[in-house]
């Protein structure tokens, strides 16, 4: 199986950052993606961010241009870099792996709440 741990979660600002990191363990699989969701309360769960196996990545709209995913393979550790937070941004944040088995693997979410 695939262990998913967040951590980076916090209370900001508007206008500040965070950076959330998502560290990988468990089993050997064959990734095809791995990427950030989040849900705020009374919501769907929504994807903020992908990365690949080969390196491309994705954004929702809504954060394109505030927020970066970006992967360490030798710590096979993910990152998702928050710029510009907005009080919309506020959320609980789950890492992903996607595998090419069609298989998900969650993490346990880490909150983010972005308030003055």
């Known amino acids: 199986q695939v262990k998913l741990v967040e951590s980076g979660g916090g209370l900001v600002q508007p206008g500040g950052s965070l950076r959330l990191s998502c560290a990988r363990s468990g089993s050997t699989v064959s990734i095809y993606a791995m990427g950030w969701y989040r849900q705020a309360p009374g919501k769907q769960r929504e994807l903020v961010a992908t990365?690949?196996?080969?390196?491309?990545?994705n954004y929702a709209d809504s954060v394109k241009g505030r927020f970066t995913i970006s992967r360490d393979i030798a710590k096979k550790t993910v990152y998702l870099q928050m710029n510009s937070l907005k009080p919309d941004d506020t959320a609980v944040y789950y890492c992903?792996?996607?595998?090419?088995?069609?298989?998900?693997?969650w993490g346990q979410g880490t909150q983010v709440t972005v308030s003055s």
């Open positions: 990365i690949t196996s080969a390196s491309s990545t």
């Open positions: 992903n792996a996607h595998l090419y088995s069609n298989n998900d693997f």
